[in-house]
């Protein structure tokens, strides 16, 4: 959970960004880098680390068929939303981004926000309930 809020900083930060695109500011490639950067570095990671040992003892804890699974599958999402972004932002040169590019940008960087968003909060309700818990 510490990292959730290096990950808040991260999504702050993302938000920012996108709010600049949309306000028309031309893009900072360094900045956009420095996210995709993060996404790889801090939650990517962080996802699989909690795969391989947090989710399991969640699953522990809660018990069921799959007490997880939507989270996992969120992951997926995030995932796959992360490697869309990081090839966007490798694909821009030193012209100035297209509109086109823009757009993919701040919606990218928009529904990354939401998404990782509400899963973090997803996961602290989970840790919180299961805190309550006996081990099973």
């Known amino acids: 959970l510490d990292e959730h809020v290096r990950l808040r900083a991260l999504l702050a930060r993302m938000r920012r ?3 600049g695109l949309h306000a028309g500011v031309a893009p900072d490639l360094a900045v956009l880098r420095g996210i995709d950067a993060e996404l790889a570095g801090l939650l990517l990671p962080h996802q699989r680390a909690e795969e391989a040992a947090t989710f399991p003892e969640l699953a522990r804890r809660l018990g069921g068929a ?3 699974a939507a ?3 969120m992951h997926e999402a995030i995932a796959e939303l992360v490697g ?3 090839a966007l932002v490798g694909g821009l040169g030193t012209a100035p981004a297209s509109d086109a590019e823009r757009r993919e940008l701040r919606r990218l960087l928009h529904v990354m926000e939401a998404v990782i968003a509400l899963h973090l909060a997803a996961e602290e309700d989970l840790v919180s309930r299961a805190e309550d818990l006996p081990a099973r």
């Open 66 to 68: 799959d007490p997880l």
């Open 17 to 19: 960004t996108a709010d």
């Open 84 to 86: 869309r972004y990081g």
């Open 71 to 73: 989270m996992t599958r």
